[in-house]
Nanobody, 123 residues
Framework: QVQLVESGGGLVQAGGSLRLSCAAS????????MGWFRQAPGKEREFVVG????????RYADSVKGRFASSRDNAKNTVTLQMNSLKPEDTAVYYC????????????????WGQGTQVTVSS
């Protein structure tokens, strides 16, 4: 199995930027497709971005397309999420996710979760 630890969350003003990181340990990192999800208070966990095992394919939710960018480094066992032009509606706990089956574009594809990191965007 794989252990996932997120870092980099915090408080930022609208229009600002944050960079999240996810460090993975355990089984071979390149065996997993990776992704980021988020969950706002009172809402369901939602897909943000998914990456293939090599990182050559990425898919973004429409709500973050053009503002967020994600990549992975299989040599360092890390995934990053660069978030620009942040909006108050981006406020949520952000979770790193790993899947042995497919690029995780839905919670049903996720095999492992990180503990989450809080992102708060003030207006």
């Amino acid at each position: 199995q794989v252990q996932l630890v997120e870092s980099g969350g915090g408080l930022v003003q609208a229009g600002g930027s944050l960079r999240l990181s996810c460090a993975a340990s355990g089984r071979t990192f390149s065996s997993y497709a990776m992704g980021w999800f988020r969950q706002a208070p009172g809402k369901e966990r939602e897909f943000v971005v998914g990456l293939s095992r090599s990182g050559s394919y990425t898919r973004y939710a429409d709500s973050v397309k053009g503002r967020f960018a994600s990549s992975r480094d299989n040599a360092k066992n890390t995934v990053t999420l660069q978030m620009n032009s942040l909006k108050p509606e981006d406020t949520a706990v952000y979770y790193c996710a790993a899947s042995l089956r497919a690029v995780p574009t839905d919670v049903g594809y996720v095999d492992y979760w990180g503990q989450g990191t809080q992102v708060t965007v003030s207006s």
